[in-house]
């Protein structure tokens, strides 16, 4: 059920991006075509802001970035762009930080987050005996949970050998 597309979570950071953001958009295409909508221009040229790299980011920075490229639009219409790609599974709400960042391997379930403090770059990992503990919990707090989200906050490999430290905090960046 679970295909990773990298051996790894964290590809080094210095791989080739592209193959990455061609295979996000090939999903792209597909996951809107199997619900009936359209992955319309706006919502591509949002994806592609938002997978052009591993790292999350903030609303606020997608809309820069395309105004930057000469794309003026207004607010709403990016947001919209981004709840349609949130709701279609393709971009991740990143809730410590109120960014997104792309799903970079096609999942079904819940998966535990990743977070590096020193490059911001963000991953999943499939984790079911996390969610499956955090289900007994609460049953055994007779509620009933809906949803979970664990993000956990760390050093990728590579930032850990290259003798990173944290540099990123909550406040630097992210913000929407
Ligand atoms: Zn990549
Ligand atoms: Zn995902
Ligand atoms: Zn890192």
Redesign the pocket.
Known sequence: MTQTLHPLPFPAPEHDHGPCLEDALGRAQKAFEAKGLKLTPLRQAVFQEIAGSHRAVGAYEVLERLAARGDRLAPISVYRAIDALVEV?LV?RFESRNAFFA?H?G?EGR?MVLACEACGRVA?VGSPDVFAGIDKAAHEASFSPRSAVVEVWGLCASCKLAGKTAIATPAAHGRS
């Open positions: 599974g991740h799903c391997a999942h998966q999943e």
